[in-house]
């Protein structure tokens, strides 16, 4: 079965620190997302790629950059940390348009 | 633009029980949508999808979800649920263009109670 794996699984910084949120997919797959999730607004896309060096602007983007460095390894960073930023990060890939998602288990980031 | 509209944010049921959960949608070109379970503390597993053909779809695990273009849904159903059916159950459908991008619905939490 696809394995998606993220790194670390929970994280706690201050404000203003520097995070990096670290996805490995070792299926081949084109697409790799980044979402969070928080209660009251499902998940919400913050950045996507189509394969090693592209990158896509999500639908909540600000305060999150976003590097594909490899087929497998997509990293989210967060540069300047905010409170605001506290949530549940899931990494996910797929192969193409049409299949399915896998999602890797989530890093629970808090900003304190 | 593409929206996912799950009415039910919660739903109870007894174990043995038929349940459907709800799922409308809008969009803008071809069609993708898809269902996620995701239990407690776990990451989201894909159950099934339609994007052609045959509007009832089977999933797994009994799931099976019935897609309508002219009431814009794409309801889960399940025949007789079983209390590890317990979780939360994301409609998504596929954004506009080739862009593989996922748009979720809020999510419909399911509890089977004994």
């Known amino acids: 079965e696809a394995a998606v794996t993220q790194s670390p699984r929970n994280k706690v910084t201050v404000t203003g620190g520097n995070v990096t949120l670290s996805c490995r997919q070792t299926n081949s797959h084109n697409y790799m997302y980044w979402y969070r999730q928080d209660t009251g607004h499902g998940l919400r896309l913050i950045h996507y790629s189509y394969g090693a060096g592209n990158l896509q602007i999500g639908d909540v983007p600000d305060g999150y950059k976003a590097t594909r460095t490899t087929q497998e390894d997509f990293f989210l960073l967060l540069e300047l940390a905010s409170p605001s930023q506290t949530s549940l990060y899931f990494c996910?890939?797929?192969?193409?348009?049409?299949?399915?998602?896998?999602f890797g288990k989530g890093t629970r980031l808090t900003v304190v | 633009t593409q929206t996912v509209s799950q009415s039910d944010a919660h739903v109870t049921v007894f174990e043995g029980d038929s349940v459907e959960l709800r799922c409308n949608y809008s969009?803008?070109?071809?069609?993708?949508l898809s269902w996620y379970i995701q239990h407690h503390g776990h990451g989201l597993q894909f159950l099934l999808k339609y994007y052609s053909g045959n509007p009832v779809v089977q999933g797994v695990n009994g799931f099976e979800a019935e897609f309508s273009k002219s009431d814009s849904s794409f309801h889960l159903r399940k025949a007789s649920v079983h209390w590890s059916d317990s979780a939360v159950y994301f409609c998504a459908v596929r954004g506009t263009g080739n862009t593989g991008k996922l748009i979720f619905g809020l999510g419909t939490t399911l509890q089977v109670q004994p």
């Open positions: 996910a890939s797929k192969t193409d348009a049409n299949t399915e998602v896998f």
């Open positions: 969009y803008g070109g071809s069609i993708y």
